[in-house]
């Protein structure tokens, strides 16, 4: 009887384990497929908090934070993030052919005269931000102000560069010789986080959600082999223990 229960409980605890672990297994996946990560070695920052400036009940500039978290082994004396937005209205929306389908051909030229005059409607908009001071593993949170009335552009995926940039790598003085590259561009150290990522609307960590996910799954597993070993060993003491009552029958 003990050798059945014991048989039970071990069966169960099997599959209570596989269970776990396959979970684990399915959520690491659904992160990897659904999830977009970012990179541990570089600065990721985001453009957040856009708030608009409103004056007579119009809408003259917009406020803005830009946060940025230093993942690299380098520290920055200064640099300045450039920032564009393309105002993609036009393309998308193909104003051109809709007019032409409901209006006679003298006012499609007519309309399509005055929207080739409104350059704005196609103007990127553009922010720089500089920073000064900004070392390894640190965070930093930027509040800056653009005058325009679209601040909904902020919201959306911007184009990005960053120079001019001045740079010491930990370990070298700081009258030590960067080279003119490194004070002049390092666009490739930085990575932009949008909307479309979910790391935009948490705190931005040392490493990204997707590799954290990874150490939780790894810590996970670890517990639970180590579960299964506790498991085994019950049952096997349970097994000498059913051997013993027996022979000392």
């Known amino acids: 009887m003990k050798k059945l229960l014991a048989s039970i409980f071990m069966l169960f605890a099997t599959l209570i384990c596989s269970q776990a672990i396959a979970a684990t297994e399915t959520n690491q996946e659904k992160l990897n497929n659904e999830a977009p990560s970012t990179r541990p070695d570089a600065v990721i920052f985001k453009v957040h908090e856009v708030t608009p400036v409103i004056e007579d009940g119009m809408v003259t500039g917009c406020d803005f934070t830009v946060t940025l ?4 082994s380098v520290n920055f004396r200064s640099f300045t993030l450039n920032l564009d937005w393309k105002d993609v209205v036009d393309e998308t929306i193909k104003f051109d052919t809709y007019i032409s389908n409901i209006v006679s051909k003298e006012e499609a030229e ?3 005269n005055i929207v080739a005059n409104d350059k704005k409607a196609s103007t990127p ?3 720089k931000v500089t920073v000064n001071a900004f070392g390894a593993d640190k965070q930093i949170s930027v509040r800056s102000h653009i005058d325009t009335e679209r601040c909904y552009l902020m919201l959306t995926n911007a184009n990005f560069s960053v120079t001019p940039c001045e740079m010491v790598k930990v370990g070298i003085s700081t009258g030590g010789g960067n080279t003119s590259g490194e004070k002049s561009n390092c666009t490739n150290l930085f990575e ?3 909307t479309s990522n979910p790391e935009y609307f ?3 960590k040392k490493i990204s959600a997707t590799d954290e996910q990874e150490q939780n799954v790894q810590q996970q597993k670890s517990e639970l082999s180590t579960i299964d070993e506790i498991i085994g060993k019950i ?3 349970m097994g000498m223990a059913d051997k013993s009552l027996t022979n000392s029958k």
Not at 69 to 72: D, E, K, L, S
């Open 192 to 194: 932009l986080v949008d």
């Open 110 to 112: 007519m309309f399509k």
């Open 202 to 204: 948490g705190q931005f």
């Open 235 to 237: 049952v096997e003491n």
């Open 69 to 72: 978290y230093n993942r690299t």
């Open 125 to 127: 908009l553009n922010a």
